[in-house]
């Protein structure tokens, strides 16, 4: 199907949100959970990249070892191999200079069944980013479900834990609680369960620490994460891998799940991607230890526009 086809298929649309709730899903494009089989994903050009003061990891950074920009964008070239290599069809933003930090495609969009949610970024460096999402869905042909107004929301604290389920984080700093509530009545309006996790602004997003790898398991770093989210995980059937608080620092805990257990794992989440293989997992480990010095990790630079059941 081309993009022209795309568009027929689905209308462009600004809002198509029922605000009564019984929104129609998608018949071309969305997903219905984060560990089905990955056939698009949205990418950010890392091609203006600077490193800025964007969160306690990435002000450590720069006071210790600035990120070396090439070396980064030749990280992020073989990020781009691994998804070739599982065979994503790669949709990409348009890289400006005025959008240094737009790598991390996660955070001003979120995909969902019904269309795309344009976020409310916290920084002012990065509010950019949401109106050139919003020209890259229209390109795309992905209709808009809706956008954040009453606060700020980004996307890394939006985790679709399995079908119907959300959970969103709040740490203050990035996405506020009025922000959260939002986007937490549209999706109860819609009838899924939502929950908010409030965590410390430290941690940025809550794809930080709780990461969905397959069906029923979650990578979890337990050092980190609230009790009751773990209880609630486990509550529903997950079985937790726990990611060691170091390998989370170090966004160890921050992959990509491509479905039919296959993996996009940072090489210094070691334990993780070692309890994957042991699973029988296909793991595709790629080297960002400098890109990620920027401040996000392999999640946060993929936006999910759809995914099938195997």
Known sequence: MTVHDRIIAEPFSLQRRNPAGGTKPLTVWGFANETD?????????????????????????????????????AQHKDLVAAYE??????????????LPMQVYSRDSSVMTPYGAIITAMANWWRRGE????????EKLGIPIYDMVTAGTFEGGDFNVIEDGVVLIGCGGARTQEEGARQVQAWFEKEGWET??????EYYVHIDLMVVPIAEKLTAVCLACTEPGIVDWLKGKGHEIIDVPFQDTMAL?????????????????????????????????????????????????????LKREAA
Request: charged letters at 20%; hydrophobic letters at 40%.
């Open 195 to 200: 929950r908010i996790a409030f965590i410390d």
């Open 37 to 73: 089989v990955l056939t698009d994903v949205l990418l950010g050009s890392p091609n203006f990249l600077r490193h800025l003061s964007t969160s306690s990891l990435s002000r450590k950074h720069l006071r210790e070892a600035p990120c070396n920009v090439q070396i980064a964008q």
């Open 130 to 137: 949401n109106y050139a999402a919003i020209h890259t869905y």
């Open 85 to 98: 290599h599982f065979g994503v069809n790669i949709h990409w933003h348009e890289p400006t200079p005025e």
């Open 252 to 304: 160890g805990c921050n992959f990509m799940s491509l479905g039919k257990d296959r993996v996009i794992a940072p090489t210094s989440s070691k334990t993780l991607i070692e309890k994957l293989k042991a699973r029988g997992f296909e793991v595709a480990a790629v080297d960002m230890s400098e890109i990620s010095k920027t401040g996000g990790g392999i999640h946060c630079m993929a936006q999910a």
